[in-house]
């Protein structure tokens, strides 16, 4: 959490998240799909005193998934905030659907 706070080191950390979301979510967890992961990210993220994360922070005229806020009155060289937008993709039926130009597009919108 201190790499990505001080030097904008992210890549490790969603690596570590990926990780660790894949031993305590089931099946029956991931019925409600974005939700679950956002509550996990949600609840993990929180344990660090670094940020102050927010679910579904209204941001102009939409809402992030997540945003973390350097918690600057207690670590004033915090020099990254993060938004974080969830996008979960449904498998269709016994074999997902998701091919490269499907992706594509779900990673647009995201970035939209």
Same mark, same amino acid.
């Given at each position: 959490?201190?790499?990505? &706070? ?6 490790? =950390? ?24 956002? &509550?996990?990210?949600?609840?993990? =993220?929180?344990?660090? &005193? ?8 209204? =941001? ?49 919108? &995201?970035? =939209?």
């Amino acid at each position: 959490m201190k790499e990505r &706070a001080f030097s904008g080191k992210w890549k490790p =950390l969603i690596a570590y998240l990926v990780e660790q979301m894949e031993k305590p979510l089931g099946i029956r967890d991931l019925i409600t799909g974005e939700k679950a992961l956002q &509550a996990f990210l949600n609840v993990y =993220l929180g344990l660090s &005193a670094l940020y102050l994360v927010y679910s579904e922070k209204e =941001l102009k005229k939409g809402y992030a998934d997540l945003v973390l806020e350097p918690f600057l009155a207690q670590y004033p060289g915090l020099k990254y905030a993060y938004l974080i937008e969830i996008k979960y993709i449904k498998p269709q039926g016994k074999k997902s659907e998701l091919t490269p130009e499907n992706f594509k597009k779900i990673k647009e919108e &995201a970035i =939209l």
